[in-house]
């Protein structure tokens, strides 16, 4: 006897009637769709990444209090602090970083371990192994004072929570890859309190390619990491200076941002040189790597004896440089060491970010500039606050190789617009610059290599066969109409397949063919699939080209495609999503895009 789904009496019947007829109103009342569906993740991932954020801060704060008994910043620590206890402290942190990281080469994943390496040319998985680890070695180096930022663990941890959310729900790997990137997004967005710029992050240096297929996942994940953030540390803006009003700036003094502009595009690549090159030269001395990594620590608590401001990633130190009152002799000194000291982290092998100490390099060289303009011309840079503004987007620019990234982040720090026009000028003149050295941007060994791979993939000849995801909801056409309901209540696709007892393909059951069925409880209790199926639904073919199924979307109206056997058996073998066949095509044309790799810096 079949069971009375839409009767009072039945037991649970008339709660699943008015579950369909729920998702009925929905999906006509607010037209839900696959696209739609990514939006929702990519906020829960923003969400994801803001928590994941909180909790690495925390825990870099009671690391900090273990090592040094203090609950201050890493500069008034330093300061503090005895002359060989600025050697041993990040010495011993180093030491348990490099302890940690030696771990990976044990626990191989064949997951990518880097976000970048899962975006632009995995599928989308990121080892959850490899992230803890670089997080928690990365929570040593900068709880002890390692010259380098944190947003480089928090983008990874992020990146790798939206991979195991993805991975949750059997996403295709073309949308895991977006998942991950929106990960990364809400990373940065997390850390600089900066939505706009998180998304362009990402678009700008690791997509190349700002398209609404992905930027606006990317938008949306940035603001709920944001919002999210905000709410557990506060809404002030990062770095929240007093600077004039633009007329007060003057047009005559737009010359002198351009030149600041000119100088960071020189400065960038010899930066960069100096990062690589201390790079190689501590992986020649064949030390182990934990003690690279502790000798790294005590080299920079060397120079934090000399200038405590070299230690940590610089956040108090670029406040104070942007208050203003600092000497240009000292500023020099500083700038030098900051060099140095990130130099140290880096190439000693700790992991983090150079973002953060790449901001403070940019703040005191725009800060030197505007004190000696001042003592060439005292009628110019009147605000050397907001030089130190438009240097930070400078060097970040020719850094980065991304300008409107670094534009709007610089923007977003300070959230004072009036030093837009000068921040573009000086953003521009300094990526232009950098380019004519042939600068590889800081990021790029790890997205030029890569999206070539991904390219000569052939994803541009790519097939259905590689987005299809394998066994689609469906019923078969004895399927009486109770079971039809409860899968439609379970699901969310607005189309059921139909398959005959040999699993060939006849068609589909579309939500609204039993719509008029749910107010007539006796009349759908002898109903089948047989009898609600329709036989013209559109099919394709695995092999397929991308092409291909663009032009049968064309002809169809829903959000997905069955995908059917080549042989005259028709048997169905996965279906392929619209919202995954725009994001492959938005891969295929950012690759086609892409300029040819450019030559070691």
């Given at each position: 006897?079949?069971?009375?789904?839409?009767?009072?009496?039945?037991?649970?019947?008339?709660?699943?009637?008015?579950?369909?007829?729920?998702?009925?109103?929905?999906?006509?009342?607010?037209?839900?769709?696959?696209?739609?569906?990514?939006?929702?993740?990519?906020?829960?991932?923003?969400?994801?990444?803001?928590?994941?954020?909180?909790?690495?801060?925390?825990?870099?704060e009671f690391i900090h209090w273990a090592l040094t008994g203090q609950h201050t910043?890493?500069?008034?620590?330093?300061?503090?602090?005895?002359?060989?206890?600025?050697?041993?402290?990040?010495?011993?942190?180093?030491?348990?970083?490099?302890?940690?990281?030696s771990l990976r080469s044990k626990w191989r994943s064949p997951k990518a371990g880097d976000y970048m390496e899962a975006i632009v040319l995995?599928?989308?998985?990121?080892?959850?192994?490899?992230?803890?680890?670089?997080?928690?070695?990365?929570?040593?180096?900068?709880?002890?004072?390692?010259?380098?930022?944190?947003?480089?663990?928090?983008?990874?941890?992020?990146?790798?929570?939206?991979?195991?959310?993805?991975?949750?729900?059997?996403?295709?790997?073309?949308?895991?890859?977006?998942?991950?990137?929106?990960?990364?997004?809400?990373?940065?967005?997390?850390?600089?309190?900066?939505?706009?710029?998180?998304?362009?992050?990402?678009?700008?240096?690791?997509?190349?390619?700002?398209?609404?297929?992905?930027?606006?996942?990317?938008?949306?994940?940035?603001?709920?990491?944001?919002?999210?953030?905000?709410?557990?540390?506060?809404?002030?803006?990062?770095?929240?200076?007093?600077?004039?009003?633009?007329?007060?700036?003057?047009?005559?003094?737009?010359?002198?941002?351009?030149?600041?502009?000119?100088?960071?595009?020189?400065?960038?690549?010899?930066?960069?040189?100096?990062?690589?090159?201390?790079?190689?030269?501590?992986?020649?001395?064949?030390?182990?790597?934990?003690?690279?990594?502790?000798?790294?620590?005590?080299?920079?608590?060397?120079?934090?004896?000399?200038?405590?401001?070299?230690?940590?990633?610089?956040?108090?130190?670029?406040?104070?440089?942007?208050?203003?009152?600092?000497?240009?002799?000292?500023?020099?000194?500083?700038?030098?060491?900051?060099?140095?000291?990130?130099?140290?982290?880096?190439?000693?092998?700790?992991?983090?970010?150079?973002?953060?100490?790449?901001?403070?390099?940019?703040?005191?060289?725009?800060?030197?500039?505007?004190?000696?303009?001042?003592?060439?011309?005292?009628?110019?840079?009147?605000?050397?606050?907001?030089?130190?503004?438009?240097?930070?987007?400078?060097?970040?620019?020719?850094?980065?190789?991304?300008?409107?990234?670094?534009?709007?982040?610089?923007?977003?720090?300070?959230?004072?617009?009036?030093?837009?026009?000068?921040?573009?000028?000086?953003?521009?003149?300094?990526?232009?610059?950098?380019?004519?050295?042939?600068?590889?941007?800081?990021?790029?060994?790890?997205?030029?290599?890569?999206?070539?791979?991904?390219?000569?993939?052939?994803?541009?000849?790519?097939?259905?066969?590689?987005?299809?995801?394998?066994?689609?909801?469906?019923?078969?056409?004895?399927?009486?109409?109770?079971?039809?309901?409860?899968?439609?209540?379970?699901?969310?696709?607005?189309?059921?397949?139909?398959?005959?007892?040999?699993?060939?393909?006849?068609?589909?059951?579309?939500?609204?063919?039993?719509?008029?069925?749910?107010?007539?409880?006796?009349?759908?209790?002898?109903?089948?699939?047989?009898?609600?199926?329709?036989?013209?639904?559109?099919?394709?073919?695995?092999?397929?080209?991308?092409?291909?199924?663009?032009?049968?979307?064309?002809?169809?109206?829903?959000?997905?495609?069955?995908?059917?056997?080549?042989?005259?058996?028709?048997?169905?073998?996965?279906?392929?999503?619209?919202?995954?066949?725009?994001?492959?095509?938005?891969?295929?044309?950012?690759?086609?895009?892409?300029?040819?790799?450019?030559?070691?810096?």
């Amino acid at each position: 006897m079949k069971t009375r789904l839409f009767k009072e009496q039945g037991p649970g019947a008339g709660l699943i009637g008015r579950l369909l007829r729920l998702r009925f109103w929905i999906a006509e009342a607010l037209h839900l769709g696959e696209q739609q569906t990514i939006l929702v993740v990519a906020a829960l991932i923003g969400l994801l990444g803001a928590l994941a954020a909180h909790a690495f801060r925390v825990a870099s704060e009671f690391i900090h209090w273990a090592l040094t008994g203090q609950h201050t910043g890493h500069v008034e620590s330093f300061a503090r602090l005895a002359w060989w206890q600025c050697l041993l402290v990040p010495a011993a942190g180093g030491l348990c970083a490099g302890v940690i990281l030696s771990l990976r080469s044990k626990w191989r994943s064949p997951k990518a371990g880097d976000y970048m390496e899962a975006i632009v040319l995995g599928d989308g998985r990121v080892s959850f192994r490899s992230s803890l680890i670089q997080s928690a070695s990365a929570l040593f180096s900068i709880s002890s004072g390692a010259s380098i930022g944190r947003e480089g663990p928090l983008v990874q941890l992020s990146a790798m929570l939206a991979s195991l959310f993805g991975l949750g729900k059997n996403t295709p790997a073309v949308r895991l890859r977006l998942y991950v990137a929106c990960g990364a997004a809400a990373g940065i967005a997390s850390v600089y309190n900066a939505p706009i710029a998180g998304a362009l992050f990402v678009s700008e240096i690791i997509l190349q390619s700002i398209a609404m297929e992905t930027f606006g996942p990317l938008v949306l994940a940035s603001m709920t990491a944001t919002l999210t953030s905000r709410h557990l540390t506060g809404n002030n803006p990062l770095y929240s200076v007093a600077l004039p009003q633009f007329s007060e700036i003057g047009w005559s003094e737009l010359g002198a941002y351009a030149a600041l502009g000119l100088i960071a595009g020189v400065a960038a690549p010899m930066f960069l040189r100096i990062l690589r090159l201390t790079r190689t030269g501590f992986q020649k001395t064949r030390i182990p790597l934990p003690l690279r990594l502790a000798l790294g620590g005590a080299l920079v608590g060397a120079l934090a004896i000399l200038h405590p401001e070299v230690g940590g990633n610089g956040y108090s130190v670029i406040v104070s440089i942007l208050r203003g009152n600092w000497m240009v002799q000292t500023l020099l000194f500083i700038l030098l060491f900051k060099v140095a000291a990130t130099a140290i982290s880096f190439g000693s092998g700790a992991v983090g970010g150079v973002f953060t100490p790449t901001l403070f390099v940019g703040v005191s060289l725009g800060s030197v500039f505007a004190l000696g303009l001042q003592a060439l011309w005292p009628t110019f840079a009147a605000y050397p606050a907001a030089y130190g503004l438009v240097g930070m987007g400078a060097l970040l620019s020719a850094t980065t190789q991304a300008p409107l990234m670094a534009i709007i982040l610089a923007f977003e720090l300070s959230l004072n617009y009036d030093i837009i026009l000068p921040l573009m000028a000086a953003c521009v003149l300094a990526y232009y610059t950098a380019k004519t050295f042939s600068i590889r941007g800081v990021y790029a060994s790890a997205t030029e290599s890569t999206a070539n791979l991904s390219y000569e993939r052939g994803l541009a000849s790519g097939h259905v066969a590689q987005l299809m995801k394998p066994n689609p909801p469906h019923v078969t056409l004895v399927s009486p109409f109770s079971e039809i309901v409860r899968i439609f209540v379970a699901q969310r696709f607005n189309s059921l397949y139909v398959l005959d007892s040999r699993k060939r393909f006849c068609g589909a059951v579309s939500m609204h063919d039993v719509k008029e069925f749910l107010h007539a409880p006796d009349l759908s209790e002898t109903i089948i699939a047989s009898d609600l199926v329709r036989n013209d639904f559109p099919t394709i073919r695995p092999d397929a080209s991308f092409a291909q199924a663009l032009e049968s979307f064309s002809h169809h109206t829903g959000e997905r495609l069955p995908v059917v056997s080549n042989d005259e058996h028709h048997q169905l073998l996965g279906s392929i999503s619209k919202a995954d066949l725009m994001l492959a095509l938005v891969n295929i044309r950012q690759r086609r895009s892409d300029p040819p790799p450019q030559p070691a810096a």
